[in-house]
């Protein structure tokens, strides 16, 4: 696999995007804080470019397995210059409406760009390398959110807004090169569009098999409970940014969990040595809450930096063991619809947790919302753990319910 040159080219693109993508955020948090006053309307803002994913998505999926892959990632690569030239234009004039433009534009090609990249992946290299091409994706992506929100942290205090969106530039024209070097053999993939069974079920087909596979089902439900957090994520940051008085804290804030979550991927390993699937589960997804209930004393940069220390420990080993879930107990047959019905409902839930965060601060402020955010947490993670015992659902073990099975 360390021989084949569009590995090497994907990584590589993956890294400077990404610093392109994070530099960018935190440019776009820092912008939100000077505009506009309620933390409501902000919600509002970053909502529409989730809204634009949403509605897009099944257009995507449906263009990315009718085209080439290399096509749709050039398409979607240029799509990111023009929305950074939408950004530009917001901070020379000071208007919101631009940004939103920008919101909208980045989704959009987001839309496109990484389900085009994950199919791609298959694609070039050999099957027996794909587990370890994914796990060295996600870390590398992680490392660039790490870098990226450090630097722009540090550029805040030194340099112009502007300047992050400058470096954005740059680094998506840097990942078009990598892009336009790419040599993808797609005979295969564009065989895969012609399949009729997916276009006639979609996502409906997933539910007899959620039911078939309580498993799963109980697991993907359980993947909600961080997202109560993540979803509020960046509205958090720009408040404690505004409570401490410090634009730098918002790339600490990143770097900290960043490298939190990089830890706890790497220690899930031997965790899962001495504990169940369960109890890693629904620790972890207590463990989120505790990190909810520590943003209490948002004013103190140590306890913060360690609330968000502890998230991404948490998801780090959270994300990965639900992922084995998915990936053992789920029929392959359904991988696709599954994964991108599970991508869909992220989107929603982030969508309704972004809303709600936004008028949660503006009506009760961080301190109250994170109380509340804890205790729905434990509390969902509780009544969880009961429905499973009562259903006596297993999640250690792999169920071979054939798929026809499933069907009839």
């Not at 085009?116 to 091409?133: F, N």
Request: aromatic fraction near 12%.
């Amino acid at each position: 696999m360390w021989k084949n040159r569009n590995v090497w080219i994907i990584l590589s693109g993956e890294m400077i995007a990404g610093l392109g993508l994070w530099t960018g955020i935190i440019g776009n948090l820092e912008f939100l804080q000077e505009k506009i006053p309620s933390d409501f309307v902000k919600a509002l803002i970053l909502s529409i470019g989730l809204l634009a994913g949403i509605i897009a998505g099944p257009t995507a999926g449906r263009i990315i397995d009718q085209s080439r892959k290399k096509t749709v990632l050039i398409v979607a690569g240029f799509g990111r210059l023009v929305s950074v030239v939408f950004m530009l234009l917001a901070i020379a004039t000071g208007s919101v409406w631009w940004m939103v433009a920008f919101i909208i534009s980045i989704q959009l090609s987001a839309t496109f760009y990484f389900p085009a990249l994950q199919s791609a992946i298959p694609l070039v290299v050999k099957d027996k390398d794909l587990l370890t091409m994914n796990g060295l994706h996600m870390n590398v992506a992680t490392i660039a959110r790490v870098v990226g929100t450090a630097l722009a942290g540090v550029m805040l205090v030194y340099w112009s807004l502007a300047s992050l969106y400058w470096v954005s530039m740059i680094a998506y024209v840097g990942l078009l090169g990598f892009t336009l070097m790419l040599k993808i053999d797609e005979g295969e993939g564009n065989a895969r569009s012609n399949r009729k069974d997916g276009e006639k079920g979609g996502f409906m087909e997933v539910f007899p098999v959620l039911k078939a596979y309580p498993a799963v089902g109980m697991t993907l439900i359980m993947t909600l409970i961080p997202l109560l957090f993540l979803g509020s994520f960046n509205l958090i940051v720009i408040n404690i940014s505004e409570i401490q008085d410090s634009s730098s804290i918002k790339g600490l804030i990143y770097t900290f969990e960043g490298i939190a979550f990089m830890i706890g991927s790497f220690a899930v390993k031997f965790i899962t040595r001495k504990w169940k699937t369960t109890v890693i589960l629904f620790f972890f997804a207590s463990m989120v809450a505790v990190a909810e209930f520590m943003l209490y004393f948002a004013s103190n940069i140590v306890l913060t930096l360690g609330a968000f220390a502890v998230l991404g420990f948490a998801l780090g080993c959270f994300f990965p063991t639900a992922m084995v879930i998915f990936q053992k107990q789920m029929p392959k047959a359904y991988h696709g619809r599954f994964f991108s019905f599970r991508n869909m409902l992220e989107r929603i839930m982030f969508q309704v947790v972004l809303l709600s965060a936004g008028a949660f601060l503006d009506i009760v402020g961080l301190q109250m919302m994170v109380i509340i955010f804890g205790v729905i947490s434990l509390t969902l993670t509780l009544l969880f753990f009961i429905q499973m015992k009562r259903r006596n659902i297993v999640l250690e073990e792999t169920q071979t319910k054939p798929a026809a099975e499933i069907i009839l």
